[in-house]
Nanobody, 115 residues
């Protein structure tokens, strides 16, 4: 079984940048697609973007051109580079992996964009 741990969240000013990490343990991630989601207070969890096993990516319209997802299979880690952050990006960010037939989630990391 795979376990996921997100890190890198924090408080950042509008226009700033953060890089989130999603570190996997228990098994290699290299064969599996992974994704980033976020959930703002009072809102449903929404897709930020995803990356396939071969590195293909897709993004929500709200983050296109600002966020970049990447993966380092040697480090068993996925990343979310967030640039030009806006207050509306404030949320708890979660990563997941579709591991065989199971969708596994991390515990989340808080991102707050505020001046």
């Amino acid at each position: 079984q795979v376990q996921l741990v997100e890190s890198g969240g924090g408080l950042v000013q509008p226009g700033g940048s953060l890089r989130l990490s999603c570190a996997a343990s228990g098994s290699s991630i290299r064969l599996y697609g992974m994704g980033w989601y976020r959930q703002a207070p009072g809102k449903q969890r929404e897709l930020v973007g995803a990356i396939g096993s071969v590195g293909n990516t897709n993004y929500a319209d709200s983050v296109k051109g600002r966020f970049t997802i990447s993966r380092d299979n040697a480090k068993n880690t996925m990343y979310l580079q967030m640039n030009s952050l806006k207050p509306e990006d404030t949320a708890v960010y979660y990563c997941n992996i579709l591991y065989r037939t199971a969708l596994i989630w991390g515990q989340g990391t808080q991102v707050t964009v505020s001046s």
